[in-house]
Each structure stands twice: as C-alpha cells, then as structure tokens.
T-cell receptor, first 114, second 116 residues
Framework: KAGVTQTPRYLIKTRGQQVTLSCSPI?????VSWYQQTPGQGLQFLFE???????NKGNFPGRFSGRQFSNSRSEMNVSTLELGDSALYLC?????????????FGPGTRLLVL | AQTVTQSQPEMSVQEAETVTLSCTYD???????LFWYKQPPSRQMILVIR??????QNATENRFSVNFQKAAKSFSLKISDSQLGDAAMYFC?????????????FGTGTRLTIIP
C-alpha cells in the first residue's frame, strides 16, 4: 500500500505570495492532519480534516487554511507569505481518527520564503 | 494546555550500547496516549512506540521500550543494542484519547547520534 504523499517536495516563494500544498493520504484513510515544523517552534498542529470537514484547528492565523476533497486528498493554503512561514509542512493520515489508531506521516513539503 | 518537554537536545551512544531518551509532560487529564516518533535525516517520521496511560505495563517493541511513570509524568525511551540506523531525531508526543481529535502535541526533539 502506498504511503502518504505530499507535493511538491520543495517550494521557494517570495513574501506576499500565496502557496498551496497537497497531501494524498494512504488509500482508505479519511483523516488528514497538518503540522508545521520549524527549528524555533518545533512541530505545531495546524488543522485536521475528516470527511471534508475541519474537525480541529491549531493556533495559527487565518492566513493558513485548508480543505479536504471527497477522495480524502487535502490541500493547505498559506496566503500573504511571511519569512516566518519558512518551514517543513507535514501531513499525516489515519483511517478515521480513532484513538487506537496510528497516524502515518508524509515526507513533507519544505517551503522557503524569501 | 498540555505540554511535552524533552530536555536533551542531543544524545550520542556507541553502536550496540543502550541509550535512554527522556520526556516529561504536563496534563490534567487522567487518560491519554504517549508516543515516540523517529524522524531520520530527510526521511519520513515514523512511529516507534506508543503507550496508553491506563495501562500500567510498559510498552515494548523489539529493541525499543519505554519507562512510563504516570505519577511523575515521565515517559522515557530506551533503545537497546543501538544500530547505525537508529540515528535520527526522536520526538515524544501526547494525544488525548478523544475520537476525532487527532492533535499530537510534540516535544522539541532529541537528536540521537550513533558512534560506530
């Protein structure tokens, strides 16, 4: 079974631009979570989607948004990019978010904002 | 709010030796899940081991075991017979056992180096 895939793997943007990152979960998984990883703040939860609905949201500004499609693929969007948005963005999937489940992580998208 | 603390930014161990990584957490909840994740350089994060707070028995997965001290809110990871492939960042994480709440709260990580 294929793992979690994220595209693109690397991105370079300039301040003020917007960016869209994509995550394809493991086949059959319906829950997708997003995390931001930076050297200074570590791993921080962005949001979680299940069946096209946002179930949980972390403490990030409204510039960060996401959505999930009917095939469970998810996208996250960051508008008006700032230098501090440079990070590794990870997504993780699980079947339905049950507490007995394991979350499987993708390889991440590394975003550099210049 | 729950917090997870890893006080050892870096650790090193000789190949074939044993190393213990520390993790403490703060929560007012009585039921929760704890995890150790491994993130090798430029590779995907993978789950190493998990512990349910209601279980008194410490979890074990092959060479990896935990020492879970609920009263002390401590959750350390022991790696026995260290191998070169164990070199990675190790993250301790916490999660509430609520269906539909996937949020993991991570510690800042410990970089483990294996010395040949």
């Amino acid at each position: 079974k294929a793992g979690v895939t994220q595209t693109p793997r690397y991105l370079i943007k300039t301040r003020g631009q917007q960016v869209t990152l994509s995550c394809s979960p493991i086949s059959g998984h319906r829950s997708v979570s997003w995390y931001q990883q930076t050297p200074g703040q570590g791993l921080q939860f962005l949001f979680e989607y299940f069946s096209e609905t946002q179930r949980n949201k972390g403490n990030f500004p409204g510039r960060f948004s996401g959505r999930q499609f009917s095939n469970s693929r998810s996208e996250m969007n960051v508008s008006t990019l700032e230098l501090g948005d440079s990070a590794l963005y990870l997504c993780a999937s699980s079947f339905d978010g049950g507490y007995e489940e394991t979350q499987y992580f993708g390889p991440g998208t590394r975003l550099l904002v210049l | 709010a729950q917090t997870v603390t890893q006080s050892q930014p870096e650790m090193s161990v000789q190949e074939a030796e044993t190393v213990t990584l520390s993790c403490t957490y703060d929560t007012s909840e009585s039921d929760y899940y704890l995890f150790w994740y491994k993130q090798p350089p430029s590779r995907q994060m993978i789950l190493v081991i998990r512990q349910e707070a209601y279980k008194q028995q410490n979890a074990t997965e092959n060479r990896f075991s935990v020492n879970f001290q609920k009263a002390a809110k401590s959750f350390s990871l022991k790696i026995s017979d260290s191998q070169l492939g164990d070199a990675a960042m190790y993250f301790c994480a916490y999660r509430l056992p609520n269906f539909g709440n996937e949020k993991l709260t991570f510690g800042t990580g410990t970089r483990l180096t294996i010395i040949p």
